[in-house]
């Protein structure tokens, strides 16, 4: 069945980086495209970024552009979130998804920006 299972979270300094992890099991990964999304405390989902199954083309919410770099290795299934230059907005649950027939979500990781 389909797995994604999110790592890399932690608490971090404003202006600080981290970068997020998802390994992805049970489908053809090279085949979908891939989507960050995160829940900050209190608010709704919001989109942050996807990628294109062949990882040429990206897309990012502008709260996000120019800090955030989507990336993806299509030989070990893994799509990563490299966030630079963190805010105190940017503290939310960051999950991984895909639609594969439906939609798919990981546990999350959680990302807390604070001094």
């Known amino acids: 069945q389909v797995q994604l299972v999110e790592s890399g979270g932690g608490l971090v300094q404003p202006g600080g980086s981290l970068r997020l992890s998802c390994a992805a099991s049970?489908?053809?990964?090279?085949?979908?495209?891939m989507t960050w999304v995160r829940q900050a405390p209190g608010r709704g989902l919001e989109w942050v970024a996807d990628?294109?199954?062949?990882?040429?083309?990206?897309y990012y919410a502008d709260s996000v552009k120019g800090r955030f770099t989507i990336s993806r290795d299509n030989a070990n299934n893994t799509v990563y979130l490299q966030m630079d230059s963190l805010k105190p907005e940017d503290t939310a649950v960051y999950y991984c998804?895909?639609?594969?027939?439906?939609?798919?979500w990981g546990q999350g990781t959680q990302v807390t920006v604070s001094s």
């Open positions: 998804a895909t639609a594969v027939g439906r939609d798919y």
């Open positions: 049970g489908f053809t990964f090279s085949n979908y495209h």
């Open positions: 990628i294109s199954a062949g990882g040429r083309s990206t």
